[in-house]
């Protein structure tokens, strides 16, 4: 398929790219880019059953995302860890 328009480099990218996979339920994965991260994302788990699943991702630069609930309310960052000095995992 093609995009609607062209903009020099890249085209106009007007539909959201889509990328389903299947996942295995109460297993942690890491999720790396190959290239730039998207400015938005959203994922979406259609079947949940265990204690959950948990997705850290890596960005490719350090900077502060808002991470948002299907309600659009803002989820709070967590705590900060002395130990590792830094935030502190998130748990399931």
């Not at 204690?51 to 350090?62: Q, W, Y």
Request: net charge negative; aromatic share 14%.
């Amino acid at each position: 398929m093609m995009d609607h328009c062209w903009d020099g480099f890249y085209s106009c990218q007007l539909r959201l790219s889509r990328f389903p996979i299947q996942l295995v339920m109460d297993d942690d994965y890491i999720m790396e880019f190959a290239g730039t991260p998207p400015g938005n994302m959203r994922f979406k788990l259609d079947e949940s059953e265990g204690d959950g699943t948990l997705i850290r991702i890596k960005f490719p630069e350090s900077a502060a995302y808002e991470i948002y609930d299907t309600e659009g309310n803002k989820i709070p960052e967590t705590e900060w860890n002395e130990d590792i000095g830094g935030p502190a995992y998130l748990t399931k």
